[in-house]
């Protein structure tokens, strides 16, 4: 069962940047490069939502708020998924988890909530404040 890590959250004033890391567990050690890779948050009172999916082949999808502000990228050596967070608002502020899904369909071009394979994370608190 697939599971990942997330980090790099924290406070940080509207306008800053933060990056997000998302690795895998130290006790699966899966090879994130197998599957599509995504970014979701979850705002206090609202509900889970994608933000941005990575593909197998590095092909990178935005929900329209993280467009220009947001980027996600793969680090092979690391065996990582980063999520590079500028201009950041108040309205960013939530949890934001990573999970995997799969490499083929409309999993990651849609950011889907739905059908992640393994299990959610712990997930980073990122807070924006105004």
């Known amino acids: 069962q697939v599971q990942l890590v997330e980090s790099g959250g924290g406070l940080v004033e509207a306008g800053g940047s933060l990056t997000l890391s998302c690795a895998a567990s130290e006790f699966t050690l899966d090879d994130l490069d197998e599957y599509s890779i995504s970014w979701f948050r979850q705002a206090p009172g609202k509900a889970t939502e994608g933000v941005a999916c990575i593909g197998t082949d590095r092909t990178q999808y935005y929900k329209e708020f993280a467009e220009g502000r947001f980027t996600i990228s793969r680090d092979k050596a690391k065996n990582t998924v980063n999520l590079q967070m500028n201009s950041l608002k108040p309205e960013d502020t939530g949890v934001y988890y990573c999970?995997?899904?799969?490499?083929?369909?409309?999993?990651?071009?849609?950011?889907?909530?739905?059908?992640?394979?393994?299990?959610w994370g712990q997930g980073t608190q990122v807070t924006v404040s105004s």
């Open positions: 999970a995997a899904g799969p490499g083929v369909g409309m999993w990651c071009p849609s950011i889907r909530v739905a059908g992640i394979i393994g299990s």
